[in-house]
């Protein structure tokens, strides 16, 4: 029985049926041919790259090192391994290794490009959670972290213009706690029912690709509307154990820079690991409030004023400053307190945290110590008079009637004054000398203040 073989193929066609890229270029560059693989790795089919260069379809960003790379190659280095990036011809990039040999007898370049964008990908997306790790702990607050966020996501996708929206679901605010876009400010804080972009990513709880071809069709289907530059919007829901926390959002307004797919799938996936950190962090910053504050007035506690007298004591000493101490405690307390109910007493409280606000600079301190004993630090003062005035103020302010619950109740202060250098060179000493002319204030009848160099109660 004859015996037939089939005829080897063109060395052309061999050369299509390989997944990467085979071309040759002159010496400017130029494609002379290139292979059926282009139109997978570059968008782009071999007819379409004839005669074009390779650097025109080259990131800009790498241009430069491409280039001395491409000298040493036709000066008679061959290379194995070097990479670069293109724009695929639909607008992404994409990653690119090269072998490449320079033939002086045809004086042409022979380049085989094998497409990493997959292994780069995942080699980035790698670093970035390693990245977004480290940064969760070393952020040293939530701002830093958003910003530390920012630039990692900047290394996988294209981020120009990227926020971050955080949803608080007790007062239904949607905040933008970190917003970088270059059209728009920062919004304000909206409710979730604001019909924005970022609202419906957190209400689904799924993400949303808006690209000028889909958007009219999308933003129809979620009754809501886009922002009134960006061509290609890109959102992700923060998702922590089972609660939505917010947005990841990224927008483009250039033709040049396309989301897809893709791009939603790896920030979807990055997203994970940034709610998780974020959660991380806002809990590690709650923990340090809770640590530093009073939870019912949100002044600063007992332990947090001390350090700052301290701070501000050290500050005094190097030169020729003074400072001042009130110690208050509001008449009559108790019996509102037992006559009215303990919520009575923590909203008087924290009326009276709101009021001691308004009586003192933003560089004062005022802090809760316990029960309704406050104390100030009224830090750089030209002069004892300085403190006699802002107690004065005091007065006035908290022995307004206070309207609670449908009830006018009157409660007034009773203060104690201590000044540095004057009455006091210690944080302990200048407390318990103002603490002790409080006393004397409340034993002549409250609702006046006295200083710890005198004996007299001043109303």
């Not at 280095?77 to 090269?98: A, L, T």
């Not at 970035?128 to 920012?150: K, N, P, Q, T």
């Not at 403190?387 to 007034?412: C, F, H, R, W």
Request: hydrophobic share 40%.
């Amino acid at each position: 029985m004859a015996m037939t073989t089939t005829p080897p193929l063109p060395h052309d066609k061999l050369l299509d049926l390989l997944l990467d890229v085979v071309c040759v270029v002159d010496i400017e560059g130029r494609f002379l041919s290139v292979s059926a693989a282009s139109e997978q790795v570059f968008g782009y089919r071999p007819e379409e790259m004839i005669g074009r260069t390779a650097f025109e379809l080259m990131h800009p960003e790498d241009r430069d090192h491409s280039l001395k790379m491409v000298e040493q190659i036709n000066s008679g280095s061959p290379s194995q391994d070097h990479e670069n990036r293109y724009v695929h011809k639909d607008g992404r990039i994409v990653h690119v290794m090269w072998s490449a040999r320079w033939l002086d007898a045809e004086q042409v370049r022979v380049g085989v490009a094998r497409d990493i964008t997959g292994r780069k990908r995942a080699e980035a997306v790698q670093a970035a959670l390693y990245a977004i790790s480290e940064v969760a702990h070393a952020a040293g607050d939530l701002r830093m972290l958003y910003a530390r966020v920012h630039q990692v996501i900047g290394k996988l996708l294209p981020a120009d213009n990227f926020f971050v929206a955080l949803y608080d679901a007790p007062s239904n605010q949607l905040s933008f706690p970190y917003y970088v876009d270059q059209f728009d400010p920062p919004p304000p804080s909206q409710p979730l029912d604001s019909g924005t972009l970022s609202a419906e990513v957190i209400r689904s709880g799924k993400a949303l690709l808006l690209t000028p071809e889909t958007a009219e069709q999308l933003l129809a289907k979620i009754g809501t509307v886009a922002g009134k530059h960006s061509l290609d919007w890109l959102g992700v829901p923060l998702i922590a154990g089972t609660e939505i926390i917010g947005a990841l959002v990224l927008q483009s307004y250039s033709g040049d820079v396309r989301y897809n797919d893709q791009d939603l799938e790896l920030l979807q996936f990055v997203s994970s690991q940034v709610a998780t950190a974020i959660e991380r962090k806002r809990t590690h910053s709650r923990l340090e409030f809770l640590a530093q504050y009073d939870q019912l007035t949100e002044l600063p506690n007992r332990a947090l004023f001390l350090d700052r007298l301290q701070a501000s004591l050290t500050r005094a000493q190097r030169g020729t400053l003074r400072l001042a101490v009130l110690y208050l405690d509001m008449d009559n307390f108790k019996l509102i307190n037992d006559t009215y109910g303990h919520s009575t007493g923590d909203l008087l409280l924290k009326e009276v945290a709101g009021r001691l606000r308004k009586c003192v600079r933003d560089s004062d301190t005022i802090g809760r110590l316990g029960g309704d004993e406050f104390a100030i630090l009224l830090d750089n003062i030209a002069k004892p008079g300085d403190a006699a005035m802002v107690a004065d103020k005091i007065i006035a302010a908290l022995s307004n009637p206070y309207q609670l619950e449908g009830q006018t109740l009157i409660s007034s202060p009773s203060l104690g004054i201590a000044i540095y250098p004057e009455h006091g060179q210690s944080e302990q000493q200048l407390v318990r000398l103002a603490d002790e002319a409080m006393y004397v204030a409340k034993r002549s009848g409250g609702n006046c203040y006295r200083t710890a160099a005198n004996s007299t109660a001043t109303r």
